[in-house]
């Protein structure tokens, strides 16, 4: 079993900058590829960012790219999500998940998932 535990969301203006992270417990962290999802209100919930069990692969959703940065630290349990250059459609809850098996952009491919934290961009 892997619990997961996001922070760090909030309220900030469009251009402004948030870093998300994910605390987790429970088995051998460097064996999951982490991922960050997000779900905005009447929307499915999408692929933001991935990054491998030893953190030398990433992988961004096109909107994001050049604006976030995700990166983990396995000393630490932890996996981030850095986000500059924010806009108000990046508005959503935002999730992380893991899963055994790589890097995938589909919610199926992972089994363990946090319980989000809202990100809100105002105009």
């Known amino acids: 079993q892997v619990q997961l535990v996001e922070s760090g969301g909030g309220l900030v203006q469009a251009g402004g900058s948030l870093r998300l992270s994910c605390a987790t417990s429970?088995?051998?962290?460097?064996?999951?590829?982490m991922g960050w999802f997000r779900q905005a209100p009447g929307k499915e919930r999408e692929f933001v960012a991935g990054?491998?069990?030893?953190?030398?692969?990433?992988y961004y959703v096109d909107s994001v790219k050049g604006r976030f940065t995700i990166s983990r630290d396995n000393a630490k349990n932890t996996v981030n999500l850095q986000m500059n250059s924010l806009k108000p459609e990046d508005t959503a809850v935002y999730y992380c998940?893991?899963?055994?098996?790589?890097?995938?952009?589909?919610?199926?491919?992972?089994?363990?998932w946090g319980q989000g934290t809202q990100v809100t961009v105002s105009s």
């Open positions: 998940a893991a899963s055994r098996f790589g890097v995938a952009t589909a919610t199926g491919e992972y089994r363990y």
């Open positions: 429970g088995r051998t962290f460097s064996n999951y590829a």
């Open positions: 990054i491998s069990g030893s953190g030398s692969s990433t």
